[in-house]
Every structure is written in C-alpha cells, then in structure tokens.
C-alpha cells in the first residue's frame, strides 16, 4: 500500500503540488502538474494556494 509521507506543498513557480509517496520502505518524490488538477480535477485557472491544495487532497 502506498501512503503519502510529509505535507505535499506547492512549487516555488507554482506549476505544480510535490508530494512523497511510500511504499515498501522507499520514498519516491512525486509532482502533479497544476495542469493536471485544472484539467482532470476541475480546479479554476489562477486558483489560490489554498483552493490548489483543497482540489489536491480532494484529487
């Protein structure tokens, strides 16, 4: 089972949420590009930091 470790948190330049991700022992650094969440999870173009982070843990 994978599991997510830490705060996923928005990048600097805003393109994107960076998340880790642990299964097995190992963590594996991950990254969804806003785009994705614009285009598969609805989020609003230009939204917040804090509507960006909603629509991801919601995603």
């Known amino acids: 089972m ?3 470790e830490g705060k996923p948190q928005l ?3 805003r393109r994107g949420v960076a998340f880790g991700l642990v299964s097995q022992n190992s ?3 991950c990254v969804i590009a806003i ?4 285009i598969h999870f609805w989020l609003e173009p230009g939204a ?3 509507r960006i982070m909603k ?3 919601n995603g």
């Open 48 to 50: 917040s930091e804090a």
């Open 35 to 38: 785009a994705a969440l614009e």
């Open 27 to 29: 963590t594996v650094e």
């Open 2 to 4: 994978e599991t997510v």
């Open 11 to 13: 990048l600097a330049n």
């Open 55 to 57: 629509t991801f843990q």
